[in-house]
């Protein structure tokens, strides 16, 4: 079993994109960066020397980031929502 099937997945759009099908949210792909970037960490913590796995990490960071500062700049409010949600610091 993976850590992110389907289901999961489906779980992370309804709670925070518009519905179930909504992938292209802004929120809905911070919360799911989100999700794999804690995953990813606690694998490192274990294998400290897997260095692709880490690579992957800092390119899920870049695209949080660069998601988070999107939604800045649409829209102020939303974004504090879900850093509130996530509970994300700036």
């Given at each position: 079993?993976?850590?992110?099937?389907?289901?999961?997945?489906?779980?992370?759009?309804?709670?925070?994109?518009?519905?179930?099908?909504?992938?292209?949210?802004?929120?809905?792909?911070?919360?799911?960066?989100?999700f794999r970037i804690?995953?990813?960490?606690?694998?490192?913590?274990?294998?400290?020397?897997d260095y692709n796995t880490q690579r992957s990490l800092i390119a899920l960071v870049a695209k949080r980031r660069n998601a988070l500062d999107y939604l800045t700049k649409k829209d102020i409010t939303r974004y504090r929502e879900i850093v509130k949600e996530l509970g994300l610091r700036h």
């Open positions: 079993m993976y850590y992110l099937d389907s289901e999961k997945k489906k779980e992370f759009f309804k709670k925070h994109g518009k519905g179930a099908t909504d992938t292209g949210s802004p929120e809905a792909q911070i919360a799911m960066y989100s804690t995953h990813l960490t606690a694998h490192l913590k274990n294998n400290k020397k």
